[in-house]
């Protein structure tokens, strides 16, 4: 299924996506750790950057800050999947998940175009995925399926 976004999310005053600027271990740790997720060593990190089809970060222009993140990996035929999903904890958490989250499933639709989406997300994303259209498994049951 092909996402088609309903409306251009904006984020606040001072805050940008950016996709190219790889963010440090020492940042992407603090996001994660912040979000309930599990931290990597610099070097686990920094490969799986690199091994990444592409990501996509929100920081902050004022702080210089990391406040969101996602990564990519792919097989450009049936896969796609979201990695270390995370947005700083606060008022913006939600837009945060919701801008990163359009504009990683925007880039999948554009350039891997029928791919299975699938995501490696903390709960406080949950509500971001469900209106961007995920279905989520309440039991933890992870099933895949290609309709021939």
Request: charged fraction near 20%; hydrophobic fraction near 40%; proline fraction near 3%.
């Amino acid at each position: 299924m092909q996402y088609f976004s309903t409306k251009k999310l904006i984020l606040p005053e001072g805050y940008f996506i950016n996709s190219s600027q790889v963010p440090t271990a020492k940042d992407l740790n603090r996001l994660l750790v912040n979000c309930g997720c599990e931290s990597f060593s610099m070097q686990k990190i920094s490969l799986a950057i690199k091994n990444s089809n592409f990501f996509f970060a929100i920081q902050s222009k004022f702080k210089n800050k990391l406040c969101a993140f996602v990564r990519v990996t792919s097989d450009r035929g049936l896969n796609a999947n979201l990695w270390n999903l995370s947005a700083e904890k606060g008022n913006n958490q939600n837009l945060f998940y919701s801008v990163i989250l359009q504009a990683t499933l925007e880039k999948i639709n554009r350039e891997m175009p029928g791919c299975s989406i699938s995501v490696q997300a903390p709960a406080s994303s949950f509500k971001s995925l469900e209106e961007s259209g995920f279905i989520l498994d309440p039991n933890g049951i992870r099933v895949m399926g290609y309709k021939l």
